[in-house]
């Protein structure tokens, strides 16, 4: 049973607006969150994290919110770039989990010029 | 800049026989996973290590083994391979982070095997 959950399996948006992705997580004892971006033939690349003790953490063009009563966390884009067309998956770990992470489905990402 | 190589990029085995696929980081991490990443399902974790000799079940270890007698070196097995293991493997590895536990994991480009 998939602890996260990517429900979106794709999303199209036009260059230069925004892009939101959606991850929603069923286990209360996740405390850190990843999005990770992976292009064709190459591993996943980190690209923003948040801790629980946070609501929001920001990294240039990259928004991580995070809403622990909901079990949601979003990551924007903005503006959004054809580079940044690739398949992005959310993963969340527990310190009572040895640190092991759980991947969602993931969302791939098309930007349209 | 963290380096996680995997042996082979494309593997193609036959039912039955015995595959390994290695997977070696030249950051002395102390932690090194194995995934398989399959479409719907995203990366699911097989085996993970916390040290040398040291190795844990993850969700999904039916058919795998693993091996680690280097700190930089981890090894996965599938002992007789099955057309059920055709997949894209991801090795990654970690250490610690600030946060007192695993900092962001860094992935190798992946092995994409076929088992005919």
């Known amino acids: 049973d998939q602890q996260v959950k990517q429900n979106s399996p794709s999303l199209s948006v036009q260059e230069g607006r925004i892009s939101i992705l959606n991850c929603d997580y069923t286990?209360?004892?996740?405390?850190?969150f990843l999005w990770y971006k992976k292009y064709p033939a190459e591993g996943p690349t980190f690209l923003i994290s948040?801790?629980?003790?946070?609501d929001k953490n920001e990294d240039g063009r990259f928004t991580v919110f995070l809403n622990k009563s909901a079990k949601h966390l979003s990551l924007h884009i903005v503006p959004s770039q054809p580079g940044d067309s690739a398949v992005y998956f959310c993963?969340?770990?527990?310190?009572?989990?040895?640190?092991?992470?759980?991947f969602g489905a993931g969302t791939t990402v098309t930007v349209r010029a | 800049d963290v380096k996680v190589t995997q042996s082979s990029r494309y593997l193609v085995k036959r039912t039955g026989e015995k595959v390994f696929l290695e997977c070696v980081q030249d950051?002395?991490?102390?932690?090194m996973f194995w995934y398989r990443q399959d479409p719907g399902l995203g990366l699911r974790l097989i085996y993970f290590?916390?040290?040398?000799?040291?190795?844990e079940k993850g969700d999904i270890p039916e058919g795998y083994s693993v091996s680690r007698e280097k700190k930089e070196r981890f090894s996965l097995i599938l002992e007789s391979a099955s057309t059920n293991q055709t997949s894209m493997y991801l090795c990654?590895?970690?250490?610690?982070?600030?946060?007192?536990?695993?900092?962001?994991?860094?992935f190798g480009p992946g092995t994409r095997l076929t088992v005919l």
């Open positions: 993963a969340a770990s527990a310190l009572s989990n040895d640190y092991k992470l759980s």
């Open positions: 286990n209360s004892m996740f405390d850190y």
């Open positions: 948040i801790s629980s003790i946070k």
């Open positions: 950051m002395d991490h102390e932690n």
């Open positions: 290590s916390y040290d040398v000799k040291m190795k």
């Open positions: 990654a590895s970690c250490t610690y982070g600030s946060q007192g536990g695993a900092d962001t994991q860094y």
